[in-house]
């Protein structure tokens, strides 16, 4: 087996925050003697990840998905444990490490707000001392693939959200790092701009390689990009697996709903359980493990004067909602 | 460092720098009001030289002194720089510790394209109006003179070199406290006094009290304006120039190192600020 790609191994980072308690009297004795209260951002994270793998980091706010990636990135110190990517640890060979590594923040901006675009790339190909050669030919397929030609000579800050993200990616990408932190990059963007960002790094992974972690809060990014999760909530890893994994472990339920001809009879279906009415349609809850949905749904047919019925799965949202509620993060 | 090495520095100077040559608008606002203090100034201290005082300074150097103080006053690092201020502010300051680059040449680079971007834009308008504008009107008397030989001027060009070296190396000192503190406020009510008065702005050096002076000559804000302003009109010139360089090119030895043991310490500290 190759070496892998990203190790991470016992992973704590722990800040010192400094607490203030009410009152003025307080708050002039803090000015003598503070007290601080260690504060754990993430706890014992352990995972490795092989080259070429797409992952997504996924938690509630706050949970330390972000100071995973600031620690994989190089520019945040763990207290303990350890962390190679591509056999460096970042922190300690920053300059180097993150020369190979590009990185996108959403909520930030790397590109240089008064310039136009294309003078932001033109900096960072020398920042990162990428061949003139090499730069033009990276360059200009990034332009086509994340269609920014229209885009290169506006400057920065006249570029919508959407705009701005694509170019954001492309910055990252000018030095053809083998490994891409993708922290939060479709937040804020509309429907047509997330499909633009999950296509291209789909594309990406699939035929450049390129390792990927991704962070956000849309599920529809997980399940469109990735085939492994990795979970982190109160700085601990909750779960490593896939998502079909992490469906079955939290709500592995299905769902029928059976629409009437007439007006909706009570229903009662062993093995089953109702979870709404809306107007003449019932919702009926079921374990796929003991109840088959053919028999269901014939049993149901059978039984009841129905017009039509179709079977869900829950929506992946409900099942990291759920999930969290078994691990009783707070979100 | 080689010029492979350079590479990535001298692209940021040279990005920043053409960035910063847009700004015409700012500089005119700002040579307006420059042009209204310089005449207030020659003002004042020509109602004060012609009483029978022994003053240090002739009225020739003063006016001179006062009118490229002006043209220059931009060099002064008495401010925090904006962008960086606001790259702390939105925290995308940590995108700067993603860059393959020593972070502090990293913004020595950046504090050099505005220590010369800047003065260069101010300067050209106030040394034409007051040094062509006002002779050319018959008010030679009033203006900015040439300088009285080669030598000063060589003199006054090697200083201007060390004024760019040292009023950078303490911006990138500035950049860092806030860095450190979080905001630029604190610097700025700290740094502009000690600038203004230390520098020369506000009274011409020579002209505090005898018993100050070893004190004024060897602090590093002289090197910043009094310095190429006296070696420029000649009232230091020969020996005594070439001493007050070298203090300049001293201090900003210092001050760059000060700058790096700085950098070390407070960018450990930033990255226990994240999260």
Known sequence: ????????????????????????????????????????????????????????????????????????????????????????????????????IGAVFGQRTQLWWDLPVIESFDLLRDIYRVAPERYRATRDELTARLDLSSLLDTPV????????????????????????????????????????????VKTLNATRGVTVILTTHDMHDIEALTHRVIVIGKGSVLADGSLEALRRGALGERRLWVHFAGEPTTIDVPGTTVRRRQGRSIELAFDPRTTSAHRLIARVAAEFDVEDVHLEEPPIEEVIARFYAQHAVDT | MSSAAMRPYVAVFRTRFQLLLQYRAA????????????AIKVMVFAAFLSGPVASPMTLRE???????????????????????????????????????????????????????????????????????????????????????????????????VFVIALASAF?????????????ERGVNIVMAPLAIVLSGNLVPLPMLPDWLQPLVRNQPFAGLLDTPLRVYSGHLAGSAALLAIARQALWAVILIALGRALATRVLRRLQTQGG
Not at chain 1, 3 to 32: C, Q, Y
Not at chain 1, 163 to 179: D, F, G, Y
Not at chain 2, 108 to 126: F, H
Not at chain 2, 171 to 183: E, G, K, M, Y
């Open chain 1, 1 to 100: 087996m190759p070496e892998p790609m990203i190790v991470v191994d016992s992973l704590t980072k722990a800040f010192r925050v400094a607490e203030r308690r009410a009152g003025a009297w307080n708050a002039l004795a803090g000015l003598v003697r503070r007290r601080y209260r260690r504060v754990d951002a993430i706890k014992d994270v352990s995972f490795t990840l092989a080259e070429g793998e797409l992952l997504g980091l996924i938690g509630p706010n706050g949970a330390g998905k972000s100071t995973t990636i600031k620690i994989l990135c190089g520019i945040l110190e763990p207290t303990s444990g350890r962390c190679e990517v591509n056999g460096l640890v970042p922190w300690r060979d920053r300059v180097r490490h993150v020369a190979r």
């Open chain 1, 157 to 200: 800050r006249q570029l919508s959200l959407g705009q701005r993200m694509r170019c954001e990616i492309a910055a990252s990408l000018l030095h053809e790092p083998r490994v891409l932190f993708l922290d939060e990059p479709t937040i804020g963007l509309d429907a047509v701009a997330k499909l633009a960002v999950r296509d291209f």
């Open chain 2, 62 to 160: 003063t006016i001179d002194y006062i009118w490229l103080g002006q043209a220059l006053l931009t060099m002064l690092p008495w401010s925090a720089d904006q962008e960086l201020a606001r790259l702390v502010r939105s925290g995308d300051v940590a995108y700067e510790r993603l860059r393959p680059l020593e972070t502090y040449t990293y913004w020595y680079a950046r504090a050099v394209a505005r220590r010369t971007a800047t003065p260069l834009l101010r300067s050209i308008p106030m040394i034409l109006t007051t040094g062509v504008l006002l002779p050319s009107l018959g008010f030679a008397k009033w203006g900015l003179s040439a300088p009285p030989g080669l030598s000063a001027a060589t003199m006054f060009a090697l200083s201007l």
């Open chain 2, 171 to 183: 911006a990138t000192i500035l950049d860092l406290f806030v860095v450190a503190t979080l905001s």
């Open chain 2, 27 to 38: 500089a005119l606002a700002g040579f307006g009001t420059q042009c209204w203090w310089g």
